[in-house]
Every structure is written in C-alpha cells, then in structure tokens.
C-alpha cells in the first residue's frame, strides 16, 4: 500500500507541474506617440503626419469598410473628435499578437480666431473591432501660423 502512495504523489506532481496555464490575451490595444513632421504650421497650408506605434495582443484592429473609423483625433481647441479609417492590420481578421507602425496624414490645421498665431496639442485614440479603446497619446505642442 505505502508503493501505491508513493507513486500515486509522484504521477500527481508530475502531472500539477506538467500543466500549463493557458494565456490570457489582453484585449485592449495600446499606442504610444511617435513623431509628428513639423511642431509649426500655416493656417490652413501644411499638413501634418503623424507617427504612431500600436501593439495589439489579439490582432483585431482596423476595419474593412473604409466607412468604418478606428481612430480618432482631438485638436485641444477643439470639442468634437476627427475619425480616421485604419485598414485591418492582421490578414483575414486573424487574432494575431502584432505590433507595429502607420503614419496619418492629418488635414490641414487653422486659425479658430483672429490672432495671427495660436497653438495646440493634438491626441490620439484607437478603437479596436470588439469596441475596446486603447490609451490616448497626445502630440507636442504646434504653433499655428497667419499665412499672410
């Protein structure tokens, strides 16, 4: 009887340390900032890109219909959001782990009032196909120029 126990606690560890714990993916997207290609603009005369770096660890970010906008941009003299379009990023909607970087080409920035210059940050938010949001990055500070 004591054999029996002995190797009955022997399968059993052998058998608690062969198991593994299947790995949880997290859900949520994440970005970070990373460069924008000028920190001055004219009014309504030059456009900006930006540079954002995204990690995502099942791989469903981007939508197929280009109606569909994953991304949204706040100017901070702003209330309302702009939406971008960012294609699918992994093939065939595969949850894939990716990470990676895409580049925005924003509209052109203007003057709200009537100074010839004014300044803002811009932030930046992703939304992934289960609806989860990512953190929000934000811009350094841009000067906006009068062009005349």
């Not at 560890?13 to 460069?35: A, R």
Request: with cysteine; glycine share 4%.
């Amino acid at each position: 009887m004591r054999n029996y126990s002995f190797h009955f606690l022997i399968l059993l560890l052998l058998l608690l340390t062969s198991c593994k714990k299947e790995e949880v993916l997290d859900p949520v997207p994440s970005i970070e900032f990373k460069s924008i290609s000028a920190s001055e603009v004219e009014n309504f005369n030059n456009q900006l890109v930006v540079k954002i770096a995204y990690q995502d660890e099942d791989g469903d970010l981007g939508e197929q219909d280009p109606d569909s906008y994953s991304l949204r941009i706040r100017d901070a003299r702003l209330n309302d959001f702009d939406w971008y379009h960012i294609p699918p990023l992994t093939p065939d909607n595969e949850a894939l782990n990716i990470e990676g970087e895409f580049e925005i080409e924003l509209n052109a920035l203007f003057l709200l009032g009537n100074g010839d210059q004014e300044s803002t940050t811009l932030s930046f938010q992703l939304r992934d196909r289960e609806g989860n949001w990512s953190n929000t990055v934000q811009s350094p500070l841009i000067l906006i120029l009068d062009s005349l």
